[in-house]
T-cell receptor, first 113, second 116 residues
Framework: ELKVEQNPLFLSMQEGKNYTIYCNYS?????LYWYRQDPGKSLESLFV?????AVKQEGRLMASLDTKARLSTLHITAAVHDLSATYFC?????????????FGKGTHLIIQP | DADVTQTPRNRITKTGKRIMLECSQT?????MYWYRQDPGLGLQLIYY???????NKGEISDGYSVSRQAQAKFSLSLESAIPNQTALYFC???????????????FGSGTQLSVL
């Protein structure tokens, strides 16, 4: 059974600080997805990581994937309030296409002035 | 207009009632999914469909059924609702161009269901 674990599940940080969210998964997968959810809203796709060593960056967010360690990280640089949200990582069931993604429980991020 | 539309946005119902949640998409995608989200538990897959004739159970399909009426429509039914089915339900679609990096889920706005 595929398990996806995120940590921390809750993070409160100050603006301007850096921090990393971790996503571990239990079975082999060659791809991983990161999503953002604002309160009361739907999920928005952030990153699709397709191979070992993949790194993607958008603004103050950078995601990376280490398939050998079964680990992905989402790094936040110089956090700003607008990045407050819940972040989910997700891994495909089969390791192939994205049918039936298994999601982590999410990291609830609060960025305070 | 939203690409993936869910109706209703909110619904309160009583134990034992039958309820249907509807999802329609304008993206022309073949693959559609129903997830439920519970606080602190992430999202869990209920059912998914690759096309009108191909419907598959997800990890938590008990107590639910689905209907793929057309490529654009995928409905989720609770035949006899129970309180622990109170959750936020999401419909999603996926584009399948067959190449890497195309497999992004596009989510609807969600339906908050409360079963009393």
């Amino acid at each position: 059974e595929l398990k996806v674990e995120q940590n921390p599940l809750f993070l409160s940080m100050q603006e301007g600080k850096n921090y990393t969210i971790y996503c571990n998964y239990s079975t082999t997968s060659d791809r991983l997805y990161w999503y953002r959810q604002d309160p009361g809203k739907s999920l928005e796709s952030l990153f699709v990581l397709l191979s070992n060593g993949a790194v993607k960056q958008e603004g103050r967010l950078m995601a990376s994937l280490d398939t050998k360690a079964r680990l992905s990280t989402l790094h936040i640089t110089a956090a700003v309030h607008d990045l407050s949200a819940t972040y989910f990582c997700a891994v495909p069931y089969s390791g192939g296409g994205a049918d039936g993604l298994t999601f982590g429980k999410g990291t609830h991020l609060i960025i305070q002035p | 207009d939203a690409d993936v539309t869910q109706t209703p946005r909110n619904r309160i119902t009583k134990t034992g009632k039958r309820i249907m949640l509807e999802c329609s998409q304008t993206k022309g995608h073949d693959r559609m999914y129903w997830y439920r989200q519970d606080p602190g538990l992430g999202l869990q897959l209920i059912y998914y469909s690759f096309d009108v004739k191909d419907i598959n159970k997800g990890e938590i399909s008990d107590g639910y059924s689905v209907s793929r009426q057309a490529q654009a429509k995928f409905s989720l039914s609770l035949e006899s609702a129970i309180p622990n089915q109170t959750a936020l339900y999401f419909c999603a679609t996926i584009e399948d161009k067959g190449g890497p990096g195309d497999e992004k889920l596009f989510f609807g706005s969600g339906t908050q269901l409360s079963v009393l």
